[in-house]
């Protein structure tokens, strides 16, 4: 248990379908983080928030929208995917997002496959 | 910009074998080093750090050392077990207009056999 928890695990969802993923970390972190891991891929960071602003948007595609109402929660919203997009969605939080020696801590992850 | 080299795997080992997994980077500045653990079916967890040169990080027998003359932080281990069967990740911590962001490696799967 990390602390920081991940819902669903498994996502099934159509190319037109709308879908949410969620992250809760219950640790007094002020930064959270999606990543992207695909198959013989490097994880790939798409979003930071700090302390509730984006700080980070790595080239996402808007069909990937991310919200964080407050410090403890990160969602990422999902419309009109492509099969591409079928990965493991990881929420990360840390401390705060300043400071190279800041440690992440991940979720689980949610497993997304687009039909 | 910043990037983080690992050997391909599967690492393919019995158990109490000798464990060397490498890794080499590329950055900027002075990054910190970390290497993350994946176990089947979990997210990332942090197995050790390094945040300067010579410094040497070391978790559940596990060791790796910044070594800046030679841009690596090689992960070894003296006697593997079943359990430490699990896909590891390289990754680099950099400032990036005062946010620090990781940059992983494509992460290298170990198997250990009894």
């Known amino acids: 248990e990390t602390g920081v928890t991940q819902t669903p695990r498994h996502l099934v969802m159509g190319m037109t379908n709308k879908k949410s993923l969620k992250c809760e970390q219950h640790l007094g972190h002020n930064a959270m983080y999606w990543y992207k891991q695909s198959a013989k891929k490097p994880l790939e960071l798409m979003f930071v928030y700090n302390f509730k602003e984006q700080t980070e948007n790595n080239s996402v595609p808007s069909r990937f929208s991310p919200e964080c109402p407050n410090s403890s929660h990160l969602f990422l919203h999902l419309h009109t995917l492509q099969p591409e997009d079928s990965a493991l969605y990881l929420c990360a939080s840390s401390l705060t997002a300043g400071g190279a020696t800041n440690i992440q801590y991940f979720g689980a992850g949610t497993r997304l496959s687009v039909l | ?114």
């Not at chain 2, 393919?12 to 080093?33: D, H, K, M, R, V």
């Not at chain 2, 910044?66 to 699990?86: C, I, N, P, W």
Request: net charge negative.
């Open chain 2, 1 to 114: 910009g910043d990037s983080v080299t690992q050997m391909e795997g599967p690492v393919t080992l019995s158990e109490e074998a000798f464990l060397t997994i490498n890794c080499t980077y590329t950055a900027t500045g002075y990054p910190s080093l970390f290497w993350y653990v994946q176990y089947p079916g979990e997210g990332l967890q942090l197995l050790l750090k390094a945040t300067k040169a010579d410094d040497k990080g070391s978790n559940k027998g596990f060791e790796a050392t910044y070594r800046k003359e030679t841009t690596s932080f090689h992960l070894e281990k003296g006697s593997v077990q079943v359990s430490d069967s699990a896909v590891y990740f390289c990754a680099l911590s950099a400032l990036d207009s005062g946010y620090s962001t990781l940059t992983f490696g494509k992460g290298t799967m170990l198997l250990v056999s009894p």
